[in-house]
Each structure stands twice: as C-alpha cells, then as structure tokens.
C-alpha cells in the first residue's frame, strides 16, 4: 500500500506537516482551530459542501470552503480573517432566513446547531434580506419512532449520506431543483412505507429539528 506523502502548511501562523490531499476542515479540526460547519461528513466524497460555513482564507488564492479544499505544500491559511468573518455570517444568515425560528416548540433545540452557530458567530435573526416564501410542508408523523419536518430541512445532507452509506437503507435522496429543492423519501412516500426501520442513526446526525425520535 502506498503510503500518503506529507506537506508543511501554517494555519493561523501555526505550523504543522500534515497528509498530502486532507481536506482544510479537518486538519484544522484535529488541531484544535474550530472552524463552522453543518454539512460536512469527513468520509463523504466528494463533499456536499452546502452551507457554505466552513469559509477559510488562503494566501494567494482567497476564501475557499474548508471541506471541499485540499491542503497542498506550502499553503498558508488564515479561518478568522473579517472577509471570512463576514462570509460566515452572511451564509448562516441565508439559512436562517428559510428556516422556521419557532425554536421554543423545536424537538432539538437543546442541541441545535443552528443556534450554537449564531451564538458562536454573534448572528441574529436576519431582517434585512429577501423573506422567502413559506414552505409549509406536511410533517411525517406516520413511523412509529421517526419523525420527519421539511419545513425544518436545512439541506445540509447529512441524513442522505448516513442512509445510503451506513443503514443502507436509503430512504432519503434530493427531489427538484433550486428553491424547490427538498429531502424526501422515494416519490413522497410516508416514512411508515419506506424501508426504515427506525435505527435513528439519520436524525442522529441531523443538525436540526427536521429528523427526531418520538
């Protein structure tokens, strides 16, 4: 077996020699410098790269999403930069301008990772952007352990990768296009007419309230 060669890089004026080809997320993850994400899953391949949070500066290039960029010898990378900042904040404030904010009825909102990003980044609910028509979408109450809110859906396509590369299950895809986009199970079906067989592990890695456990 061929063995991965090794690159220099500096993040943040840190240096460190790491795998030719891993992606900035998660080198920078496993040296301690927090970078913002919701989609990423470090075995997908290629990266969804769909909330564009994970923004990061590089010297010479300019702001790159951390999970779909690899690290190449002698790369310099800057992840708190006030481009990057801003960045940031403007995609976080995109998602949260489509999302239903009515946290206190959340299923997940001890452990929403929408509300940890807008603490962490100091971002509010946006009132200043192009207000998006409601979805209002039927929840799926109908398995008897899962539960499924569209409405509540930030595509970030986590629950897809889990139920075609883990469960195998593969009840979730992507239907339509642009901002018809939306998850759904094959040709709309109930989740109690599906294959599901309430394993959870898709509203396990579900950021929000869009997959829960009854």
């Known amino acids: 077996m061929e063995k991965l060669s090794?690159?220099?890089?500096?993040i943040d004026g840190r240096e460190m020699k790491v795998l030719q080809g891993e992606k900035i997320l998660w080198v920078a993850l496993e040296h301690g410098i927090e970078i913002?994400?919701?989609?990423?899953i470090k075995e997908n391949e290629p990266p969804w790269g769909g909330c564009r949070l994970c923004w990061v500066e590089v010297e010479?290039?300019?702001?790159?999403?951390?999970?779909?960029?690899p690290v190449r010898e002698g790369m310099v990378i800057w992840t708190n930069t006030l481009k990057v900042q801003r960045l940031r904040k403007r995609?976080?404030?995109?998602?949260?301008?489509?999302?239903?904010?009515?946290?206190?009825?959340?299923?997940?909102?001890?452990?929403?990772?929408?509300?940890?990003?807008?603490?962490?980044?100091?971002?509010?609910?946006?009132?200043d952007l192009r207000s998006y028509p409601g979805k209002n979408l039927p929840v799926d109450l109908s398995h008897p352990v899962l539960t499924f809110d569209p409405n509540r859906c930030i595509l970030c396509g986590r629950c897809i990768w889990v139920v075609?590369?883990?469960?195998?299950?593969?009840?979730f895809d992507f239907a339509f296009r642009g901002y018809e986009m939306r998850i759904s199970t094959f040709m709309g079906k109930p989740l109690?007419?599906?294959?599901?067989n309430g394993c959870l592990k898709c509203a396990e890695v579900c950021p929000v309230g869009a997959?829960?456990?009854?």
Request: charged fraction near 25%.
């Open 6 to 10: 090794e690159v220099n890089i500096q």
């Open 36 to 40: 913002p994400h919701l989609c990423a």
């Open 60 to 69: 010479g290039r300019g702001p790159v999403t951390a999970c779909t960029q």
């Open 91 to 127: 995609a976080l404030e995109l998602i949260l301008k489509d999302h239903p904010m009515d946290c206190k009825y959340c299923p997940k909102r001890s452990e929403c990772k929408l509300l940890q990003l807008m603490r962490l980044l100091h971002v509010k609910i946006p009132k």
């Open 164 to 171: 075609k590369n883990v469960t195998k299950c593969g009840i």
């Open 192 to 196: 109690r007419e599906t294959d599901c």
């Open 211 to 214: 997959l829960w456990g009854k």
